[in-house]
């Protein structure tokens, strides 16, 4: 296969584990055969300074015209002025609406191995393994009025939280494909007791699940499933929710896999294309020091692999060596251990094990 991938490294930590990212991805084409083109581009705070905007246009041309884009992190102190006009998070807002990116798919999944960090009981970690599928482009984050404004009263913000029929229903129908291939359960998390777009959204999602009789449907109070995440995590499947809510219980459920820098994700829309990166921020306090851990990048470039490119024997071999780096005692910092690699250590330690995963993989199916 030959694919054109746009990496997006950004800002604090994002050119470090995107680097390792791509050696990673480099490996995978040199075992698997294949040839991946790479073109580099700005987006967050580095295309602020560069460009006076969060999203340049040929960022967004290069990545509609790529077949898929891997993003590491945007934002930092330097643009952190809640008074300014332009914002790193513009840019990933932009580029998720102009690449037509309506879904965010994050699974979390519980390592044994890991089981110490997570500030739960291990018995509350025991079978962890769910996906949330996140709304992204409506709700809060884009809905229209919004802004600031002086009043007799003072000062007054407003934001606007809408959703349409047609927004909610192709991404609970998402979360239901997915389901049909994995226990067969979708919890819709709402606020249908207060909120008249989540009300909306519990009544469309009715309707999409009489498609798929062969799939569970229950509904959660936001509230109460975010207490569910850290006493009943295992219950979950495929979790389906709108945009702001989804922000804040995947955080949350870093929790359980006991790291931030473990988690990938994958922004999808009606292509192929899609836009990979990993759950966590710049961490503007260890940028440059070469000790973040590039597990959640690498874990992206794997789902890059299967959504974009079709190719689940590579996916499976770069999932199947993080895991074995990990269970072989391999960890970064902030997964507790004594001895830490330094980010270029823990990219070396996955390549390594790539090699003998390769070999398996050539005869998964």
Same mark, same amino acid.
Do not use: C
């Given at each position: 296969?030959? *694919?054109?991938?746009? #990496?997006?490294?950004?800002?604090?930590?994002?050119?470090?584990?995107?680097?390792?990212?791509?050696?990673?991805?480099?490996?995978?084409?040199?075992? $698997?055969?294949?040839?991946f083109n790479y073109t580099e581009h700005l987006l967050g705070g580095c295309a602020i300074d560069a460009h006076g905007t969060a999203l340049p246009e040929s960022t967004l041309a290069a990545c509609r015209a790529a077949d898929a884009v891997l993003l590491g992190a945007v934002g930092g102190p330097k643009w952190d002025d809640p008074q300014a006009k332009v914002r790193p998070e513009q840019g990933l807002l932009a580029i998720r609406a102009g690449l037509? #990116?309506?879904?965010?798919?994050?699974?979390?999944? *519980?390592i044994p191995s890991l089981a110490a960090l997570s500030p739960l009981k291990p018995e509350r970690l025991k079978g962890v393994d769910f996906v949330v599928i996140r709304e992204l482009t409506g709700g809060l984050y884009f809905g229209q009025p919004k802004g600031r404004e002086q009043t007799p009263q003072?000062?007054?913000?407003?934001?606007? %939280?809408?959703?349409?029929?047609?927004?909610? /229903? /192709?991404?609970?129908?998402?979360? $239901?494909?997915?389901?049909?291939?994995?226990?067969? %359960?979708?919890?819709?998390?709402? =606020? *249908?007791?207060?909120?008249?777009?989540?009300?909306?959204w519990r009544k469309v999602a009715i309707e999409v699940g009489k498609e798929f009789p062969d799939v569970k449907l229950e509904h959660q109070?936001?509230?109460s499933a975010a207490m569910r995440l850290v006493t009943h995590a295992a219950n979950f499947d495929v979790i389906v929710t709108e945009n702001m809510f989804g922000d804040i219980l995947?955080?949350? *459920?870093?929790? %359980?896999?006991?790291? #931030?820098?473990? @988690?990938?994700?994958?922004? #999808?829309?009606?292509? =192929?294309?899609? @836009?990979?990166?990993?759950i966590h921020g710049s961490a503007p306090d260890i940028a440059g020091k070469g000790i973040a851990n590039p597990i959640g990048t690498i874990l992206s470039a794997a789902m890059l692999l299967r959504h974009s490119l079709g190719l689940e024997r590579e996916a499976h071999a770069v999932e199947a060596a993080v895991s074995a780096a990990i269970d072989d005692g391999q960890l970064t910092a902030d997964l507790g251990t004594q001895r830490p690699l330094t980010t270029a250590q823990m990219g070396a330690a996955v390549r390594e094990r790539l090699g003998r995963e390769a070999a398996v993989a050539r005869n998964f199916d």
């Open positions: 296969m030959n *694919a054109n991938i746009v #990496l997006l490294p950004g800002d604090g930590i994002g050119p470090e584990v995107v680097g390792e990212a791509r050696r990673v991805l480099d490996a995978v084409a040199e075992r $698997f055969g294949h040839r037509g #990116l309506y879904a965010n798919v994050r699974p979390v999944k *519980a003072g000062e007054r913000a407003v934001d606007t %939280l809408v959703y349409t029929d047609g927004e909610i /229903r /192709r991404i609970v129908r998402l979360a $239901f494909q997915l389901a049909q291939k994995r226990r067969k %359960l979708v919890t819709s998390i709402d =606020k *249908a007791n207060v909120l008249e777009s989540s009300r909306l109070l936001v509230d995947t955080d949350e *459920a870093a929790v %359980l896999a006991g790291s #931030l820098g473990l @988690l990938p994700s994958a922004s #999808l829309g009606e292509g =192929k294309r899609g @836009l990979y990166e990993p």
